[in-house]
């Protein structure tokens, strides 16, 4: 088997790591198991073989994904942008030291939102929200009973059209 193992790919490898981890194994143990089956050398802290993606594997053994999508920056970048919503892409991306592509994937596909008018918004509503919309919904129909009639008289809509007023001075009052 020592001639088969010696021939896996870090990729491989990998893969063996990702199935222990979904299997629940801890750390020490994948380690334990892969030493005992692959039958390697491997340095004190189990690590050294994979010369060139020691981070990603240490990730891997936490349970992390690789692609900087884990939940802890999910956890971070959610933080952050609760805290301000009008942080920017890069000041994000420069205070966790990740890229801005992964800030803006993390952003809007794992946490839903998007950037509107400078402010960063959830693009759909909460489960909160939506529980409060449907009891003040409720709450209303209770309030009108049967007076439907009356109330709706009293409701005014309107659209959401801004007019500014713009009343330009004449030449004289502008010289004043």
């Keep these: 088997m020592s001639a088969e193992s010696s021939n896996l ?3 491989e490898h990998r893969a063996v790591i990702k199935y222990f981890v979904k299997k629940g194994k801890t750390p020490k143990e994948i380690f334990e198991d892969m030493v005992s089956v692959l039958q390697q050398r491997w340095s004190k802290n189990g690590l050294a073989y994979f010369n060139k993606d020691e981070r ?3 990730m891997i053994l936490a349970g992390a994904s690789c692609n900087g999508s884990g939940g802890g920056n999910v956890r971070k970048i959610e933080k952050l942008v609760l805290a301000d919503r009008t942080i920017k892409l890069w000041q994000i991306a420069e205070e966790l030291q990740i890229s801005k592509e992964r800030v803006g994937e993390i952003t809007h596909e794992h946490m839903n939102m998007r950037k509107i008018s400078a402010c960063w918004v959830p693009k759909m509503l909460t489960p909160f929200d939506k529980q ?3 009891q003040t919904s409720k709450d209303f129909l209770e309030l009108v009973g049967d007076n439907i009639d009356e109330i709706c008289d009293r409701i005014v809509t309107v ?3 801004w007019v500014r007023q713009y009343d330009p001075e004449s030449k ?3 010289m004043q």
């Design 132 to 134: 409060r919309r449907l």
């Design 56 to 58: 990603a594997v240490k």
């Design 9 to 11: 790919s870090n990729i």
């Design 159 to 161: 659209d959401e059209t």
């Design 172 to 174: 004289e009052e502008s």
